[in-house]
């Protein structure tokens, strides 16, 4: 079983930065593929990225490419996202992921899911 929880989402200015961190709960963190998705209001819960257990691979969406970046770290337990260039259609729920490999997460269904956390960027 895995935990995940979210922290890092607020409200920011278009252009302006943030930095979504997820922790996660059990031993065998280093061996999931993870992921972000966010879901803005009206509509579906979308991918954004994802990062394999060693952090060798990355994936992104193309709307956030250039942009996003994730990340992870291992002995933390914890794995990133830090947003860049910030855009209103940015605003979402920002949702963190966990599962065992990449096509859980490339298809919506991963093991595990978070909370969430809220990002809101003004124009």
């Known amino acids: 079983q895995v935990q995940l929880v979210e922290s890092g989402g607020g409200l920011v200015q278009a252009g302006g930065s943030l930095r979504l961190s997820c922790a996660a709960s059990?031993?065998?963190?280093?061996?999931?593929?993870m992921g972000w998705f966010r879901q803005a209001p009206g509509k579906e819960r979308e991918f954004v990225a994802a990062?394999?257990?060693?952090?060798?691979?990355?994936y992104y969406s193309d709307s956030v490419k250039g942009r996003f970046t994730i990340s992870r770290d291992n002995a933390k337990n914890t794995v990133y996202l830090q947003m860049n260039s910030l855009k209103p259609e940015d605003t979402a729920l920002y949702f963190c992921?966990?599962?065992?490999?990449?096509?859980?997460?490339?298809?919506?269904?991963?093991?595990?899911w978070g909370q969430g956390t809220q990002v809101t960027v003004s124009s």
């Open positions: 990062i394999n257990w060693s952090g060798g691979l990355t």
């Open positions: 059990g031993r065998t963190f280093s061996s999931y593929t």
């Open positions: 992921a966990a599962d065992a490999s990449y096509n859980g997460l490339r298809y919506g269904k991963p093991d595990y």
